[in-house]
């Protein structure tokens, strides 16, 4: 079982649609979350950590759910511009020293 | 701040070839670290350092050398490349602190392809 498993997608999407992508994770000691974002042939950039009491950054909300081991994002009023590679990420705990573990990413496609 | 930065973008090697990619960072991160990202699998962790001197494996280390003189490079070699290593590396680094929620920067990637 891979340590993070998103959604396989893709997920095409209309212009203001709301779109939600989920991730599990098999580490329970896991310490932090993060939905980082990766558009065509770049580099992986940080979208939103996701915190325990859940959390919103306009558009975009993320939600944890510690005890299903649970991690999603909502994504409303989809634009062009959001269509990108979304990588659900995990952080260990411990001496981890801070590895990041990754989800095999969604990609999302808004069209007209 | 130049961030993180690689070198080169695009690499062609031939089977059995040696190279090294480059990796910088000017933001005075005590943590550097090194992933391949190939179809379907994610990124995947190759080495990591937590400092000058310091380096140790992560998930996907065979067939990959690294140092650690300063702490601002972190090169990533490879002594004799196979097909199996043709990918995509990312150079990544961040602080080394006691925040989880620490966040890591990537550099631009490496585009590499061995024939």
């Known amino acids: 079982r891979k340590e993070v498993e998103q959604d396989p997608g893709p997920f095409n999407v209309p212009e203001g649609a709301t779109v939600a992508f989920n991730c599990t994770y098999s580490?329970?000691?896991?310490?932090?979350f993060f939905w980082y974002r990766q558009d065509c042939r770049k580099e992986p950039k940080l979208l939103m950590s996701?915190?325990?009491s859940g959390n919103e950054d306009g558009r975009f909300t993320a939600q944890l759910n510690r005890a299903s081991q649970y991690i999603s994002l909502l994504i409303r009023d989809s634009k062009l511009s959001d269509s990108a590679t979304y990588l659900c990420?995990?952080?260990?705990?411990?001496?981890?020293?801070?590895?990041?573990?990754f989800g095999q990413g969604t990609i999302l496609t808004v069209h007209p | 701040n130049a961030g993180v930065t690689q070198t080169p973008k695009f690499q062609v090697l031939k089977t059995g070839q040696s190279m090294t990619l480059q990796c910088a960072q000017d933001?005075?991160?005590?943590?550097m670290s090194w992933y391949r990202q190939d179809p379907g699998m994610g990124l995947r962790l190759i080495h990591y350092?937590?400092?000058?001197?310091?380096?140790d494996q992560g998930e996907v280390p065979n067939g990959y050398n690294v140092s650690r003189s300063t702490t601002e490079d972190f090169p990533l070699r490879l002594l004799s490349a196979a097909p199996s290593q043709t990918s995509v590396y990312f150079c990544?680094?961040?602080?080394?602190?006691?925040?989880?929620?620490?966040?890591?920067?990537f550099g631009p990637g490496t585009r590499l392809t061995v024939l």
């Open positions: 990544a680094s961040s602080y080394l602190t006691s925040d989880p929620y620490n966040e890591q920067f």
């Open positions: 580490n329970s000691a896991s310490q932090s």
């Open positions: 996701v915190y325990s």
């Open positions: 990420v995990v952080r260990g705990g411990g001496t981890s020293y801070g590895k990041l573990t």
């Open positions: 933001m005075n991160h005590e943590y």
């Open positions: 350092s937590v400092g000058a001197g310091i380096t």
